[in-house]
């Protein structure tokens, strides 16, 4: 496996700094300075980047969908109409932004900022490279965890802070759906702790001999439908819900506040992509001609296409329905695929307590007809009920111009 | 030489600050922007107003909780605390010795059969429902 050869990281660039600021005379404080000045440049390129990717998605998003509605999306600016997302920023930037006077002002300011900065912060540990931008920690997949959880607060901030009926309904709602489904985006990612054996990204990859989503169809069906909902994509976009709450939280938003609180739920999915990729897909793994930075990236539009795709196709889901798509069906799911993982991690380890690659193979022989079995059989319990409709009536005014003859 | 431990965080806290200083850059780029003139700003005590289709809002805006919301926040508490019991086992578990590793897998097997009964209760007791 091979990687492109001029990749910047943290520790590449600290060492450039340090013989750079060694030759100036910097002496005992070369070091230190050196970390500061590497630190800040690797993040602002990182941030940077994720803008611009931001950018270029919303582009993606709109081709896409015009696509998968039989029209042609944004095709003016540019060739394309690749830089429509430069004039929509353009345009929000150079719009009134208005507070509504009734509005909590610091909690209406510092939501967006709240939002954007922990979808930033998950950036930090996806191993892009050998390892991440910023070096590896090791409790990677724990951090992603946790700061996802900032999340709902913000959002609840962004609803509290504009004082609007419609907003704190769509915030309430979203505060309440962000932490059912961090239970199931949870235990999704166990399953992969348990083949991996680490918390650390970088091992995580490097034990997908065979892609987890392989090995584990189930868990990657549970960590997929929580991750879905974790960004408020449709089908579980009760957060905005734009035909019963106006807007959602968003409602009292205007000019570069909106713009801010767009690019964090923008920059979502391309982060969420990232996550599944390194999770599930095998990361950076690849056969050899094509260096792993290449494959990661498209291991992520593959991901971000089925999330258009998930978009496009299913309605939104009733806030009961959401609810209880997490709690009674994933939460379930999610324990019955940690057993199913943890036993037969316990039948086919060797000695050493690593799983083979043939064995792997044999498990997910069993797991993909144990998920389909499953999934297949809830189907049928839950598909058997239908919708309670009333017996259609016909309308007395419906024969109003026949009733003559 | 920096300990190896507190220069991979102090990173990601250079990160997190950076991550705070861009989105509060450009609010204040924004706010510049309309103290030179170049983008409009004319309050006025309409457009001012909250968002009510039309209407004027009428009673209390910060509306309160209902109910269910509490149930749900609990049982998220305890499910949360049990994946947090649940992530140091997963990391560790394929490293133990195969007996040992029985061992801690049935304890485990109890654990959250506990925590499944009291979702089966949860269940039965109506508090996942949505209404």
């Known amino acids: 496996m091979n990687y492109l050869p001029g990749f910047i990281d943290f520790y590449t660039l600290y060492d450039f700094c340090l013989t750079l600021f060694q030759n100036f005379g910097f002496g005992d404080n070369a070091e230190w300075l050196s970390y500061l000045t590497a630190g800040v440049i690797i993040s602002f390129i990182v941030i940077n980047l994720m803008i611009l990717s931001t950018a270029f998605y919303t582009w993606f998003e709109r081709r896409v969908l015009g696509r998968f509605q ?31 006077t009734e509005a909590d002002r610091p909690v209406f300011t510092l939501a967006p900022i709240a939002l954007v900065a922990p979808t930033l912060l998950i950036m930090t540990v996806i191993p892009m490279g050998e390892s991440s931008f910023l070096g590896s920690l090791n409790i990677g997949i724990l951090f992603i965890v946790g700061v996802t959880s900032v999340n709902s607060i913000a959002i ?126 095998g990361g950076t793994k690849g056969f050899d001609p094509i260096p792993g930075q290449i494959w990661f990236v498209l291991k992520m539009f593959v991901v971000i296409f089925v999330l258009l795709w998930f978009r496009a196709t299913w309605p939104r889901l009733r806030v009961d329905q959401i609810m209880g798509f997490a709690w009674k069906g994933l939460f379930g799911l999610g324990i019955l695929n940690i057993f199913i993982v943890a036993i037969e991690i316990m039948i086919f380890r060797t000695e050493e307590g690593t799983v083979g690659t043939s064995n792997m193979l044999i498990m997910s022989a069993i797991n993909w007809v144990i998920a389909v079995v499953t999934l297949l059989t809830l189907m049928r319990i839950y598909g058997q009920k239908k919708l309670e409709r009333p017996i259609p009536v016909p309308s007395p005014l419906a024969n109003m111009g026949v009733e003559a003859d | ?26 609010l204040i780029i924004s706010w510049l922007l309309s103290v030179l003139k170049i983008r409009p700003n004319n309050p006025s005590t309409v457009k001012n107003s909250i968002y009510e289709c039309g209407f004027e809002t009428i009673t209390e805006r910060w509306s309160n909780f209902n109910f269910r919301y509490y149930s749900i926040a609990l049982l998220f508490v305890i499910f949360d605390v049990e994946v947090v019991f649940l992530f140091p086992w997963a990391a560790s578990f394929g490293t133990m010795s195969v007996q040992f590793g029985a ?18 209760y949860a269940w039965k007791k109506g508090s996942l429902e949505w209404s």
């Open chain 1, 70 to 100: 039989v029209r042609r999306g944004p095709n003016r600016n540019g060739p394309f109409g690749i830089f429509q997302p430069f004039a929509d920023v353009v345009k929000l930037i150079m719009k009134e932004d208005t507070i509504p």
């Open chain 1, 156 to 281: 609840f901030m962004a609803g509290w802070g504009s004082r609007n009926k419609y907003a704190i309904l769509g915030s309430m709602r979203g505060a309440a759906m962000l932490i059912s489904y961090e239970i199931p985006m949870a235990l999704g990612i166990t399953s992969v702790l348990l083949m991996s054996g680490s918390l650390a990204m970088t091992s995580i990859v490097s034990s997908q001999d065979i892609w987890f989503i392989v090995v584990m169809p189930l868990g990657f069906f549970v960590f997929m439908a929580a991750a879905t909902a974790e960004i408020s994509r449709t089908p579980f976009d009760q957060i905005e819900a734009e035909s019963e709450l106006g807007s959602g939280y968003n409602t009292e938003f205007s000019g570069i506040k909106f713009a801010i609180l767009f690019l964090a739920e923008f920059m979502a999915p391309i982060v969420t992509a990232a996550v599944v990729a390194t999770l599930f897909l």
């Open chain 2, 1 to 26: 030489m920096l300990d190896e431990y507190f220069r991979q965080y102090g990173v990601i806290a250079i990160f997190a600050a950076l991550a705070v200083a861009v989105p509060a850059g450009m």
């Open chain 2, 103 to 120: 061992y801690v897998f049935i304890e485990m097997a109890i654990f959250i059969g506990i925590l499944i009964l009291g979702w089966l």
